[in-house]
């Protein structure tokens, strides 16, 4: 008896983890729904911006406008002849979007071999070290959303020569509106 108890609890866990949260406009409702056993976003999003300075709003926009939350997020496939499916526009995958060669560096730079871009606990971690980065690279603030989520979707030495257009600006204006929403929710739920 035991034995199926821990078996039906451990398959409930693990499969919580497959899909996205059902309320990624709320904060609190995100991490109430990944509060978990083996899986426990809130704790993992904190210990992220106590290593990095990076707020916890700041990190939860950002991986909201990059995958809504999906663990296996992919950018949209090429197709030859409009039909015929092909390779992917670039190669960023699961929650923080991240390509191979900046996470390989990641995973050189804070010798997190495992870390894995379907964890959660591992993607916000990287956020949180590439805001960092573009903070030192860069001079943003760790409060500024805005120039943050330029940084990371442009690479840290295109936001340097000032490259980007129109449309990744109002995609930094929604994270950094996110990023407040989330704040505002964040200070009246307690986590």
Not at 47 to 63: H, K, N, Q
Not at 139 to 155: C, K
Request: charged share 20%.
């Amino acid at each position: 008896m035991r034995n199926a108890f821990f078996i039906a609890l451990l398959a409930l866990s693990l499969s919580a983890c497959a899909s996205a949260p059902s309320r990624i406009n709320d904060a609190c409702a995100i991490f109430d729904q990944r509060d978990g056993l083996f899986n426990n976003w809130a704790r993992d999003a904190k210990s992220a911006s106590r290593e990095y300075g990076v707020p916890v709003p700041i990190l939860m926009a950002t991986i909201y406008v990059e995958s809504g939350f999906r663990a296996k997020a992919r950018p949209p496939r090429k197709y030859v002849l409009g039909i015929i499916p092909w390779g992917r526009v670039s190669s960023a995958y699961g929650y923080a979007q991240a390509l191979d060669g900046t996470w390989l560096s990641y995973k050189k730079d804070t010798g997190r071999w495992g870390a894995s871009r379907t964890d959660f606990g591992d993607a916000i971690r990287f956020v949180a070290w590439y805001h960092n980065q573009s903070h030192l690279k860069n001079g943003i603030s760790l409060n500024d959303s805005y120039n943050l989520y330029l940084a990371y979707y442009t690479g840290q030495a295109g936001y340097a020569r000032g490259e980007f257009g129109s449309g990744v600006k109002r995609t930094a204006q929604k994270s950094a509106g996110m990023a407040q929403r989330y704040e505002a929710q964040l200070r009246g739920c307690g986590y």
